[in-house]
Nanobody, 120 residues
Framework: VQLQASGGGLVQTGGSLRLSCAAS????????MGWYRQAPGKQRELVAT???????DYVDSVKGRFTISRDNAKNTVYLQMNSLKPEDTGDYFC???????????????WGPGTQVTVSS
């Protein structure tokens, strides 16, 4: 299973970006998908998650500004980021909890980071 993220870039404070992450390979079912971020010199933190059924959760610092969504038919998760702040700067990683066959347990897969830089 491979995850490929796109959509990062440089934006000014108050701007918007939309991240996408598509999963491919041997996939029976994807359960929870999520976005994490890692700022320079800091630990990776959870940003948002979404279940297969569409239930979402966000870290407090992005509530009201970020929206996570997914297209199950495309095995893709999105992160719409509005009202961006310099403290949102970092590498953003997507994660997917995947069952590769109906007989296998769930496994966690990560995509490579996509960089988001918010200038002040």
């Amino acid at each position: 299973v491979q995850l490929q993220a796109s959509g990062g870039g440089l934006v000014q404070t108050g701007g918007s970006l939309r991240l996408s992450c598509a999963a491919s390979g041997s996939i029976f079912r994807i359960n929870t998908m999520g976005w994490y971020r890692q700022a320079p010199g800091k630990q990776r933190e959870l940003v948002a998650t979404i279940t297969n059924g569409g239930s979402t959760d966000y870290v407090d610092s992005v509530k009201g500004r970020f929206t996570i969504s997914r297209d199950n038919a495309k095995n893709t998760v999105y992160l719409q980021m509005n009202s961006l702040k310099p403290e949102d700067t970092g590498d953003y990683f997507c994660n997917a909890e995947v069952r590769r066959t109906m007989f296998r347990n769930q496994e966690s897969f990560w995509g490579p980071g996509t960089q988001v830089t918010v200038s002040s």
